[in-house]
């Protein structure tokens, strides 16, 4: 139990702080430093009534003279003695939105569909009413009478400052019914448990101590911004100009997620956390945990392992069963495995609105126009991971934004997911010509071995077939076109020479002598290279050769970053805040350069990118 719990907790932490969660954090950052409108400027009171620290200017003395005035049986007026100084109300705001969303995330994922299920409502209502709520709450923070309106529910209890944080509680219940997270294997655990109405004391267990895990990083970020409008005094002068500010922007978020806006955002941005969530959620002891959630069946599937080597025989591909309907096929009528022997098969665990599995869709497109003729077929098994998901007309929609022509198989029970013991979204799973698993893959990357895997394959089924070239390249074939990503992770690295890279300690680096060969790169200076990230100390610097139009890295923290091509510089960049992709060059055509970084030091730095 308690690894079970520490899973949780872990798997919280690495999700509150994914690229899947940022249209929310700028809302829980101003949600925490907003206070009721007629608060601001106002004095507390002491228990008897007295206003304590002044009132409006001008009232001075006057003021306490009429609060003071009492009626005696000679008319004399008594004077009152001095009250004593009242503590002001702290601004519980913070607590109040982070509670509300952990509490309605929670609930709602365990228990939304059987309430739903139960009451007839359509899958997507939740969605609808937490969008509903984040227009109310910025209407409240625009217009204070519609936030004593969202108060009104808790008039009774019985602490007045709670009372006051009504609204950030429902801003918070609002906003756990539109959290859409990366899901690794522990939040796929919940929610499969939840979609099914398996709850069990475990399943609880991990759904409480993975809500706790998400809510620490945001609390953080709100109480940022609660000590931000403290100690800002432009803040407590502008407090009225900020509500509205904070108001217009939760409206804005609401249109945005409505209209899937902040989708394409979120696509463009790396998922930094990936690998340390794949570390930890999918670790041995995370298995061994999560697997005595689910059944025993179709073992032989762990004969392979996520992103083998090799092509290995995993026994009988699972049949596709369970499945609510069919589209993407003629009359929409349902595809039998056995009907596809002799092709090779590739099965695709998605779920529309997920961004990882957004940003793998464009491989997929590319791999089923380049290899269709030569006898690939792929079946897009769509699994949802909230009861929206559920709604047909919203994946047909979501397909056809991300261009999906390829069969989609609506597995709302998730019967599927469990034939193919899956645990992640997206997850791709190769089947050969004779109707046997020969390899899967978890999560997003390693695009071009699973290339190397349906090629293999294909030429397997027919040794005669004439192949395309490969949609995506190896290092070495990139090397005329353009450079790959390349992480900046101690355990994913490559490409790099120099100084040996030293584990999550400050280690003092120097570049080789001579030239930088091509799409290499190494360290100078002082780094910690971390598995997540390098960060730069002092005197750090970074020269990369590379070749393309442009060149890309996500860097996070605060300070300036020196670029340098050829020798030349032409261009310092200013970084602020949480990770973030900033452009470092930007060619007309592709070149080959070599680029020199003169890091800050504290900056992170996570992925480059090349364009």
Request: hydrophobic share 40%; with cysteine.
């Given at each position: ?14 999700t509150?702080?994914s ?10 950052f ?16 002491s ?5 304590v ?5 001008g ?22 003695p ?6 002001v109300?702290?601004?519980?705001r ?5 509670a ?21 409502l ?8 937490g969008?509903?709520l ?9 217009f204070?009478?519609v936030e ?5 529910p808790?008039?009774?209890l019985p ?28 939040l ?34 709100a ?10 005094a432009a803040?407590?002068?502008?407090a009225?100009?900020l509500?509205i500010?904070a ?5 804005v978020?609401a249109?945005?997620?409505a ?13 930094y ?5 794949k ?12 697997s ?17 080597d ?38 695709d665990?998605w ?7 957004q ?21 897009g ?9 559920k709604?047909?007309s919203?994946v ?15 597995d709302?029970?998730?019967t ?8 992640f ?12 698993v020969r390899y ?19 030429r397997?089924a027919?040794p005669?077939v ?7 390249r ?10 790959p ?12 020479v120099?100084?040996?890279?030293v ?30 990230q ?6 750090a610097?970074?020269?990369f050769?590379?070749?393309?139009k ?11 970053v ?18 973030t ?6 060619d ?9 970084l ?14």
């Amino acid at each position: 139990m308690v690894t079970l719990i520490l899973i949780g907790l872990l798997g919280g932490l690495i999700t509150a702080v994914s690229p899947c969660i940022l249209p929310v954090l700028p809302v829980v950052f101003l949600a925490g430093g907003t206070g009721r409108g007629e608060d601001a400027g106002k004095c507390a009171r002491s228990p008897g009534g007295t206003e304590v620290g002044g009132g409006a200017a001008g009232d001075g003395g006057r003021a306490a003279d009429e609060r003071g005035s009492g009626g005696t049986a000679d008319g004399a007026v008594a004077t009152a003695p001095p009250a004593a100084p009242a503590r002001v109300p702290r601004n519980r705001r913070p607590y109040a939105v982070v509670a509300g969303l952990v509490v309605s995330f929670a609930f709602f994922t365990l228990l939304g569909v059987t309430i739903i299920s139960a009451l007839g409502l359509p899958q997507d209502i939740l969605r609808y009413v937490g969008l509903g709520l984040l227009v109310l709450i910025g209407l409240g923070l625009i217009f204070p009478p519609v936030e004593r309106l969202l108060e009104k529910p808790f008039a009774r209890l019985p602490q007045r400052q709670v009372n006051k944080e009504g609204s950030a509680f429902a801003l918070g219940l609002g906003l756990g019914l539109l959290y859409v997270p990366c899901a690794g294997p522990v939040l796929a655990a919940i929610t499969i448990a939840g979609a099914r109405g398996e709850i069990s004391s475990d399943i609880v267990v991990l759904t409480l101590s993975f809500a706790v895990g998400t809510a620490v990083p945001l609390l953080v970020f709100a109480l940022a911004g609660r000590r931000v409008a403290d100690r800002v005094a432009a803040f407590r002068r502008r407090a009225r100009g900020l509500r509205i500010a904070a108001g217009c922007l939760m409206i804005v978020l609401a249109l945005g997620l409505a209209l899937d806006v902040t989708a394409a955002i979120q696509r463009s941005l790396p998922d930094y956390t990936s690998g340390v969530q794949k570390k930890i959620e999918d670790s041995d002891a995370a298995r061994q945990q999560l697997s005595g959630l689910y059944d025993n069946s179709n073992k032989e599937l762990s004969r392979c392992e996520d992103g083998a080597d090799e092509l290995r025989s995993c026994g009988k591909a699972p049949a596709l069963e369970g499945i609510d309907s069919w589209f993407n096929t003629p009359g929409d009528r349902p595809v039998d495995l056995k009907s596809l022997r002799g092709k090779v098969t590739l099965v695709d665990f998605w779920t529309y609105s997920c961004i990882n599995c957004q940003r793998a869709v464009p491989h997929l497109r590319d791999w089923e126009r380049a290899y269709r003729d030569a006898g690939l077929r792929i079946i897009g098994v769509h699994s949802p991971e909230f009861a929206f998901e559920k709604k047909r007309s919203n994946v047909v929609a979501g397909a056809e934004k991300l261009g999906v022509d390829w069969p989609v198989a609506l597995d709302n029970d998730l019967t599927t997911w469990d034939n193919y013991r899956n645990r992640f979204w997206p997850a791709k799973y190769l089947i050969d010509a004779e109707g046997t698993v020969r390899y899967f893959k978890f999560g997003e990357g390693e695009y071009d071995k699973t290339e190397k895997m349906i090629r293999e394959l294909l030429r397997q089924a027919d040794p005669t077939v004439t192949l395309p070239e490969p949609t995506g390249r190896a290092m070495d074939d990139l090397a005329a076109d353009r450079t790959p990503e390349t992480y900046l992770s101690n355990l994913r690295i490559r490409g790099y020479v120099g100084t040996p890279l030293v584990d999550d300690r400050p280690t003092a680096y120097r570049f080789p002598k001579g030239s930088l060969p091509l799409n290499k790169l190494s360290l100078d200076g002082t780094w910690t290279a971390g598995y997540e990230q390098f960060t730069a100390g002092k005197d750090a610097k970074l020269a990369f050769t590379y070749r393309a139009k442009n060149a890309n890295l996500v860097l996070a923290g605060t300070g300036k970053v020196t670029v340098l091509v050829n020798g030349e510089a032409t261009k310092t960049i200013s970084v602020t805040g949480s990770p973030t992709l900033y452009r470092l060059t930007d060619d007309k055509d592709a070149r080959t350069a070599r680029l020199e970084l003169r890091v800050d030091e504290g900056l992170q730095a996570y992925v480059f990118t090349f364009g």
